[in-house]
C-alpha cells in the first residue's frame, strides 16, 4: 500500500528538519521552504535511508504558490494526511522599533501561510473523514514580552486560527492542534545568538517532533487542542 503523505511547511536546519526526519518514518514526506538551501539535503538523507521525501521551494504566503505546491505533491506523492505548518519568521523588535513591513511580513509568514495552506487540505481530509492539522506555536502567543511587537501578534492570530479550526473540524473527523513551543530550539541560528547557552536550556529539535507525531496518531476519543512543550529548567 502507499504511504500516507505529511507535508512539512517551513524546513529549515532546525525544527522543520527533524519534523521532516521524525514523519519520514511513517510517511512520505513532502518538504516546502521558500529556500532549498536545507529541504534538499534533508530529501537526500530521507531517500538515503530508504523514505520517500519530495522537496518543493515554495513561498506560503503566495496564494497560487500554495495552490500549486499542494497539485503537486498530491500528484507526486498523494492527498496529504497530515499538514504542519512551522513558521519560523522571527523578528526582535519594540513597538516603536518595528517597521509596518517588518509587522505585516511576519504575520503573512506566519497566519496568512497557516490559513492558505489549511484552505489546501482541509476540503480533501472533510471529505476523507481523517486528517491532521498541527501548528507550531510558541512562548509569544501565549505570553509576549516587549520585543515581540511583531512576533507575538502573528503567533497569537495562529493560535486563534487553530482554536476556529478545532472548533469546526474537529467535528468533521479532522485533528487540529497548536503545539506552544515554550523555549529557545537547539539549532544553528540560536547557537550563533546564544554563545554561552548550555545543552540543557534548549528544547531538542527532534524531541520537538516527537511530540508533534504523537499528536498525529493519537486515538479521536481524547484528542489534544493544545499543548506545551518546554525544557525541564525553563520558567513558566
Known amino acids: 500500500m502507499a504511504k500516507p503523505v505529511a507535508v512539512v511547511v517551513g524546513v529549515g536546519a532546525g525544527l522543520g528538519a527533524a519534523l521532516a526526519r521524525r514523519f519520514a518514518e511513517g510517511y512520505a514526506v513532502a518538504l516546502v521552504a521558500r529556500s532549498d538551501e536545507v529541504t534538499g539535503s534533508v530529501a537526500k ?5 530508504g523514505g520517500l521525501a519530495l522537496p518543493v521551494k515554495s513561498d506560503a504566503t503566495v496564494v497560487a504558490e500554495v495552490a500549486a505546491t499542494h497539485e503537486r505533491i498530491t500528484k507526486e506523492l498523494g492527498t496529504p494526511d497530515v499538514l504542519i505548518y512551522n513558521g519560523g519568521r522571527r523578528p526582535f523588535g519594540t513597538l516603536v522599533n518595528t517597521s509596518p513591513e517588518e509587522f505585516e511580513a511576519t504575520w503573512r509568514a506566519h497566519t496568512l501561510g497557516a490559513f492558505l495552506w489549511s484552505r489546501q487540505v482541509a476540503p480533501a ?3 476523507r473523514k481523517t486528517g491532521t492539522i498541527l501548528f507550531t506555536g ?15 501578534p502573528a503567533k497569537f492570530a495562529v493560535r486563534g486560527l487553530a482554536q476556529v479550526m478545532a472548533r469546526d473540524l474537529h467535528p468533521q473527523h479532522v485533528h487540529v492542534a497548536y503545539v506552544n513551543v515554550d523555549g529557545a530550539i537547539d539549532m544553528p541560528t540560536v547557537r550563533q545568538f546564544l554563545p554561552n547557552v ?6 531538542k529539535p527532534a524531541a520537538i517532533a516527537d511530540t508533534f507525531w504523537f499528536l498525529a496518531h493519537q486515538d479521536p476519543s481524547a484528542w489534544t487542542h493544545e499543548i506545551d512543550v518546554r525544557p525541564f529548567k525553563e520558567r513558566f
Open 198 to 203: 548550555q545543552d540543557d536550556d534548549l528544547l
Open 45 to 49: 538523507e530521507i531517500r538515503s535511508a
Open 138 to 152: 510558541a512562548t509569544a502567543g501565549v505570553k509576549p514580552g516587549p520585543s515581540s511587537a511583531a512576533f507575538a
Open 125 to 127: 481530509m472533510i471529505e
